[in-house]
């Protein structure tokens, strides 16, 4: 279908003199019928009040929607600037169309209620012209029309369609707005370009304006640009099919020479560019560079993974789909090439230049990818533990649990009267352990014997080792960074602190690992929920055995980290302290075998009267670590003439106010460490305490727990001691001191507790006031340890396996980054080292919040599959593209910089074209690619049997271009031989299912 834009006389719209005919008519006396109506109005208002006349004007010049549109595409043009003259700018620098930087600005308009679509396209250029240079000449050609014969960008590799074909810089594009039909008729599309016409003409701009026509999958433009005394239009041919007469330069140059009607002789000599695109989709020849899976281990098997802690990296397929060779002849005149339906001089080989773009396989499977989108998915999952794992297994589960609470609340008991040692909560887990693994057949296991223990030796190392305080003594944590150089180890500290994961050498971070893998490799959810019950299960068996969870960072929880890290941290810290109080009620029982006989057994404690602090403490459920030898010690509210107790050291030489006793720092409790999750916990309790004067004084007494601890621990240390010496020691800043001088002249210190302190009702008063004379091992415990153990455990036990994966999910991504690190040093692509500091950013702000945004973290993992994308792209090209051994080191060096290039930037001109480097293995690629699609494969008794002949057909080098472009440019008079010498131009494209003839005409509208 051909359409090209027709004469303006022949539009359907009003031309320029039908529009000031219909203006000038509109300004004539009125009609005859306008008259008639007035008077007959003027008869009626007199009839009904003589002296009033009513005058009534209808305006029949009111404006169309045409003239409406004419206007409003005149106002969008001003308010763009795009009026006036816009020529005088320098001229393009070769390339610029593709490395500069494109601007784009849109808006709507309408035809009557026909919506469109107007954007403005333009090449940022900067303006580096005096005011001088900017005085223009009044016959300046357009720049648009000047763009048609530069010669630095005629086949940009990124750039707007109109600026290929036609080589504008700057243009308006009105197209169809959105749900809008197609402008198929040729009324409509007359009418829209007549529009246009008016509008420049009476803007006087010199831009571009282009009309979209057709189908938009056809691409099909017409337009105009005007300018003093001159005007280009734009008119386009597009065809599903090449007509055979015009399937190569000779007829492409006879259509030009028609077109133009150049009546001259000689003709004036017509530049030609042309390029030809072979396409290559074959790699049979070359390797796949992803590493095959190492099938003597024994959890191998899947491509990419060969071991639990090592994440798969990589691409299942080839992640290069095409490889576009472009060969161009910048620069021929019609009298230097032939190229005809007989003979083409055009062989690529024989190309001044080469330039090459590949095309990425569509989606490519990256193990990666696939392993963190399997994973993620289990985040949408419902089911819990005894769900996945069947009904008879958590009831058999349950039966075991309730006989571990029953020993626990047996435990707990303060008048326990059955040894400790037969309700052992350890051997109920094993014999529960035992009877889970009698009652559940072995193919009924989502984890295999083998897959499972090597997956609890890889998170508990220190297993291998028999197990024993002594053993596990200097094994207590391993190292929290991440291994290798000091550089490495702050890095990924700072990474693990940035995304609020663990650290890779945590458990936690091992566990992610293993989750991952056992999901995507040995049964999905249920290898999941069975990993996650048998780690639950070790962590009892570690808690009742006294064993340190191997991997976790000394220290209270690190609020910095993931809360199940902090969960694994709050379960060390409750082992630490049982081992603790365990070891030193072994010491003293010892010292007491040596030196006192069995004492009878006492209470521990006594209950203060009245608002006791003791009272603020779940009293029935603690445990007291009193020892029957220390019953006869009651702790006393007076503080003197006891024994000191839990004494430190001395505390700076100082004595107590009240008698010279040296002052000693007690021992103390430490403060109960607290998960983050606990810490809002507490928040929300405190706050619903109110601020009346009560709720704010119970919140103080509340969290003075460990203040009241210490006050007692002072008072054991401290015999006859007083709040005030307490003070010294505690709160230094809370007690001032002042030299006096007495009457004698001598100078005496005397201090006194800081007005904060002697206000009325102050806790520090009452607790010390309630405080007992009670050394911290014989005291309540802040930290129950075993109360808070149990209620870890409990937590990790109720977990659903999308629970784990939520809790899990920042280590995992945070090995994902990790890996894409290392794989990425190895390439070294500046591009994907700077998407994944980005990334990583992106990542920290999405991981922070308690409540994920899913959506978000799925886009991210999206990015994160891209990056492995374009590492496994650059490992191909680096491996398709490598130097052979004994070349050249330039080469080699010329060949690196090419790939780098390819992977940056969207085409890249190979250096030497086909006798470069590069050219050469681009050559041989086409060829074996050549030789594969078109010998057939011969049998060996065949080979044999059949002779050579000399009548054997060659193979080309090259298939047949894909594509060709043909630019043909010129300058002649038009339309009359003494117009103006005017640029013209054609751009052609020939492809196998595609024929678009792209022609900008430039015409003489002063002398035609």
């Known amino acids: 279908m051909c359409c090209c834009r027709p004469p ?33 109005n003027t008869d009626m208002a007199a009839d009904s009040d003589p002296e009033s006349e009513v005058f009534e004007i209808t305006d029949f010049t009111t404006a169309s929607e045409w003239e409406r549109f004419v206007s409003r595409l005149e106002e969008v043009l001003n308010d763009w600037k795009l009026i006036g003259s816009r020529a005088g700018s320098s001229t393009p620098q070769k ?25 403005h396209h333009f090449l940022k250029q900067e303006c580096e012209q005096d005011d001088g240079k900017e005085q223009l000449e009044d016959d300046a050609f357009p720049v648009a029309m000047q763009d048609l014969l530069c010669m630095n960008n005629d086949f940009p590799p990124r750039a707007h369609c109109l600026v290929r074909w036609f080589g504008i810089r700057e243009f308006v594009v009105i197209s169809p707005g959105t749900n809008c039909e197609a402008i198929t008729s040729e009324s409509k599309c007359n009418l ?3 529009s246009i016409s008016i509008s420049l003409a009476n803007s006087g701009s010199q831009v571009p304006v282009f009309v979209q026509i057709q189908q938009k999958w056809r691409r099909v433009y017409a337009g105009e640009c005007q300018g003093p005394g001159v005007r280009t239009d734009y008119e386009m041919v597009h065809l599903r099919k090449v007509p055979s007469q015009y399937n190569h330069l000779s007829g492409l140059l006879d259509v030009f020479k028609s077109k133009i009607g150049c009546t001259l002789s000689p003709l004036p000599p017509i530049n030609i560019s042309i390029r030809f695109t072979y396409i290559l989709q074959d790699w049979q020849q070359h390797s796949w560079p992803q590493q ?55 062989d690529p080989l024989q190309a001044p230049h080469w330039s090459v773009r590949i095309r990425s396989a569509e989606n490519p499977q990256c193990l990666l990818g696939d392993l963190l989108t399997e994973f993620f998915k289990l985040c949408c999952r419902k089911e819990s533990t005894e769900e996945v794992l069947g009904r008879g297994l958590a009831d058999e589960e349950g039966k075991e649990n309730s006989d571990i609470s029953s020993a626990l609340s047996k435990l707990t008991e303060p008048t326990a009267t059955v040894p400790i040692s037969k309700l052992s909560v350890s051997s109920m887990v094993h014999s529960a352990r035992k009877h889970i693994r009698r009652h559940r057949r072995v193919d009924e296991s989502p984890l295999n014997t083998d897959v499972l223990n090597s997956i609890l030796l890889y998170l508990f190392p220190d297993a291998a080792v028999e197990k024993s305080p002594e053993n596990s003594k200097n094994k207590t944590n391993a190292p929290s960074g991440c291994g290798g150089d000091e550089q490495n180890k702050n890095a990924d500290c700072n990474l693990s602190l940035q995304l609020k994961s663990a650290p890779s050498s945590s458990l936690t971070y091992r566990l992610a690992l293993c989750a991952c893998l056992v999901n995507y490799n040995h049964g999905g959810l249920r290898a999941v929920a069975h990993l996650w019950q048998e780690f639950v299960l070790e962590l009892r068996y570690r808690w009742e055995n006294n064993h340190f969870i191997y991997g976790l960072p000394a220290g209270p929880p690190d609020l910095r980290c993931c809360l199940l890290h902090q969960k694994l941290q709050m379960l060390n810290c409750c082992i630490e302290r049982k081992r603790a109080r365990e070891e030193t009620r072994k010491v003293l029982e010892g010292s007491r075998e040596r030196r006192l006989p069995p004492p009878e057994p006492t209470a521990a404690r006594e209950v203060s009267p009245g608002k006791s602090w003791d009272s603020w403490s779940d009293s029935e459920e603690e445990f007291f670590e009193c020892l029957s030898d220390q019953g006869d010690m009651e702790a006393e509210k007076d503080g003197s003439k006891s024994r000191a ?30 998960t983050e999750d606990l810490l809002e916990e507490q928040s929300e309790v405190l706050a619903k305490l109110g601020t009346s004067a009560e709720g704010s004084h119970l ?9 009241l601890s210490d006050m007692e621990s002072f008072k054991a240390a401290n015999p006859g001691c007083v709040l005030e010496d307490f003070v010294r020691w505690y709160s230094p800043r809370d007690y001032v001191e002042e030299e006096l001088v007495d009457e004698t002249g001598n100078r005496a210190v005397k201090g006194e507790l800081s007005p904060r302190m002697k206000i009325p009702g102050n806790m520090w008063v009452e607790a010390w006031e309630t405080a007992r004379v009670t050394p911290a091992r014989r005291q309540r415990r802040l930290f129950d340890d075993t109360k808070e153990a149990e209620k870890v455990l409990h937590y990790l036990a109720v977990q659903k396996p999308a629970d784990l994966t939520r809790h899990l999910l920042p280590c995992i991504l945070h090995a994902a980054i990790l890996k894409l690190k290392e794989e990425e040093s190895i390439e070294d692509l500046p591009s994907v080292r700077k998407t994944i500091q980005q990334a990583t950013g992106q990542a920290s702000k999405l991981l922070h919040p308690l409540n994920h945004d899913y959506k978000k973290l799925e886009d991210f993992i999206n990015q994160l599959m891209l990056m492995e994308t374009a590492i496994t792209r650059a490992r191909s090209l680096k491996a398709k593209f490598a130097s052979c051994e004994g070349g050249k080191e330039e080469d080699a060096e010329e060949l690196e910089k090419f790939v780098s290039s390819l992977l940056e930037e969207p085409e890249v001109v190979v250096m030497g074209g086909g006798q470069g480097p590069a050219g050469s293995i681009i050559h041989r690629l086409f060829v074996n690619a050549q030789r594969a699609a078109l010998l057939p494969p011969l049998d060996d008794d065949l080979c044999r049997d059949q002779k050579p002949t000399g009548g054997s057909h060659k193979v080309p080098d090259f298939p047949s ?9 010129t300058c002649v008079p038009r339309p009359a031989p003494y117009s103006k010498a005017l640029p013209q131009r054609l751009f052609c494209v020939l492809m196998k299912e595609e024929f678009r003839l792209a022609g900008a005409f430039s015409s003489d509208t002063s002398f035609f």
Not at 95 to 119: L, M, N, P, R, V
Not at 647 to 665: D, K
Not at 699 to 707: I, N, P, T, W
Request: charge should be negative; include cysteine.
């Open 192 to 194: 829209l370009l007549s």
């Open 645 to 674: 107790e839990g004494r430190l050291h001395p505390f700076n030489n100082t004595t107590l106010l009240h008698c010279a006793e040296p002052l000693y720092v007690p021992v103390t409790q430490e403060p109960a460490p607290m």
């Open 95 to 119: 390339g610029e169309f593709t490395s500069g930087s494109w601007g784009e600005t849109s808006q709507d308009i309408q035809f009557a209620d026909f919506k469109f679509y107007i954007s």
């Open 292 to 346: 095959p899976p190492d099938f003597d281990t024994l959890l191998g098997g899947e491509v990419g993974g060969v071991e639990f802690g090592k994440l798969p990296f990589g691409a299942c397929e080839e992640p290069i789909g095409e490889l576009h060779l472009a060969a161009t002849w910048p620069h021929l005149t019609e009298g230097i090439v032939v190229d005809n339906d007989v003979y083409s001089d055009l």
């Open 8 to 40: 303006l006389s022949t539009t359907l719209g009003p031309t320029n003199h039908q529009s000031a005919a219909y203006n000038t008519a509109s300004a004539q006396p009125e009609t005859g019928h306008r008259k008639q109506r007035n008077n007959n």
């Open 961 to 969: 271009p894909a594509g060709r472009e043909i630019l043909l440019r």
């Open 699 to 707: 919140r103080a007494r509340m969290q003075s727990a460990c203040l």
